[in-house]
């Protein structure tokens, strides 16, 4: 494991750096907006990436590396990860395709940015579709726009929500609320599943 500091045009942003014995693609995942890359279902992608000869990078966007709980507003957050990308594939991760993915406020700004980046694939581990009780709040335009396969891991309890799936969106229901963690076999399934399948 490596720790990089990257530039970005809001602030230096770090990246953790876990490499595959032989790489076959590398797997970008951001954090939740409160959170970091300790939470247990990012650490359960990871675990499930490098098992299957995914290299992995856990992204902290430069408002947490700051010291700030609050996150920065959306073109910010979509700024610096696409800095952090560019910088992480002219360097340690450079010459392999590229997964995108991340844990809540993670998961939009991969979709978002997922054209952007150039990501074969999006991994969303509880993607917010909703603010709590209001579904008219919809975020369901960021999924639609990404044009490569993706995989979301949500909790049948998800107080954000429960996207649909759709052609090249797979929607893995598992039990449990917005945190994932209550189980963590199904969601390491799930991941190493989509994995096989989109490296195939």
Not at 24 to 31: E, K, Q, Y
Request: charged content about 20%; some cysteine.
């Amino acid at each position: 494991m490596t720790d990089v500091e990257l530039e970005t045009p809001h602030g230096p942003a770090r990246a953790q750096l876990h490499a595959a014995g032989e790489p076959r693609a590398a797997l970008v995942l951001g954090h939740g907006a409160g959170g970091g890359g300790g939470a247990r279902d990012l650490v359960a992608a990871t675990r499930e990436a490098l098992a299957a000869g995914v290299s992995v990078a856990l992204v902290e966007q430069p408002y947490r590396v700051a010291g700030r709980r609050s996150p920065a507003p959306a073109p910010q957050l979509d700024a610096a990860w696409t800095a952090v990308v560019e910088q992480l594939r002219d360097g340690p991760l450079g010459g392999l395709p590229l997964i995108a993915g991340g844990r809540s406020a993670g998961a939009r700004v991969a979709c978002r940015t997922a054209a952007a980046t150039g990501a074969i694939g999006v991994l969303c581990l509880a993607f917010p579709l909703h603010p709590p009780g209001r579904p008219e709040k919809t975020r369901l335009a960021e999924l639609e726009a990404v044009a490569v396969p993706v995989l979301i891991v949500q909790g049948e309890r998800d107080p954000f929500g429960m996207p649909p799936a759709a052609p090249g969106r797979e929607v893995a229901r598992i039990a449990g609320n917005h945190s994932l963690v209550s189980d963590i076999g199904a969601l390491r399934e799930a991941v190493a599943g989509w994995l096989a399948a989109l490296l195939a």
